[in-house]
Every structure is written in C-alpha cells, then in structure tokens.
C-alpha cells in the first residue's frame, strides 16, 4: 500500500466546500411553500437546487505528479504539467493555468494561497512564489517519507 501512494506522489483536491449543501438544502426549503402552493406548475423552481448541487458535486480541480485534471458542471479537461507555460492569476484571487500556446484554462476553486500546494504536488514544476517553501520541502519523497531500518 505505501509503496502504491509511493509511485502516485503527492495529490491535492480543491473543491467546493461540502458545508454548502447547507444552503442548498435551506434554499429547496425556501422553494418548497412557492412550488407547491396554489399557483399550478411552479415545481420547475426546483431546478435551481438541483442545479446547485450538481455544481458542488461536480466542480474540481485535482493537481497530481501527472499534471493537472479540471471538472466543470459540464465537461472535463487534463493537463500534463509539460503542457503548461505557467500560471495567470486574476484580479479575484483566481487562479488559471496558461498553456503553452497561451490559451487560459480557468482552475475552479483554485485560489492564490493554494500555489504553495501546487508547487508541491507538482514537484517543483510550479514555482512557489510565497517563499513558504524550502527546496527540500518540494523534493519528491520529502513529505511522510521515514528511514526504514
């Protein structure tokens, strides 16, 4: 089993945080007395729920020693680290990978203070510019690895 997590490396999930099934579930209440009330055929405001919840469960972005793997509501994209130019940041804090012939591929729930993350699951392929990391911190292996006798 180490030996498994060994040859996989370091991974990371950013995604949206589950607690927001919360709202959800506040907002289908909220719905519930409008869509079933006296007016016909407004059950269809429960899209907006469903919808909801489709995009919390399906919205990620999972940085692996392979590269990058981004899910929207709607479609999935790889990107292999030696595909990737470097890394935009946006006015909001948002993160997007620029790729080698300088298309931009926005990251969900990809933030700023996530780069020292990505610059160690990707073995420093991605530069930290945080600082917060030493060169041994980024080395493949560094983390969780004890001498075995």
Known sequence: M??????????????????????????TICVTPIALGEIPYLQWLYIFPIALAVFVIRTRTVATRSGLAVRTMFGHRDIPWSALKGLAITKKARVQAVLKDDTKVPLPTVRTRHLPVLSLVSEGLIADPSGLLDADDIKPGAAGSAPQE
Do not use: C, N, W, Y
């Not at 030996?3 to 907002?27: C, N, Y």
């Open 2 to 27: 180490a030996e498994k997590e060994q040859d996989e490396g370091r991974k990371a999930v950013f995604r949206v945080p589950r607690t927001s099934f919360m709202a959800i579930a506040l907002l």
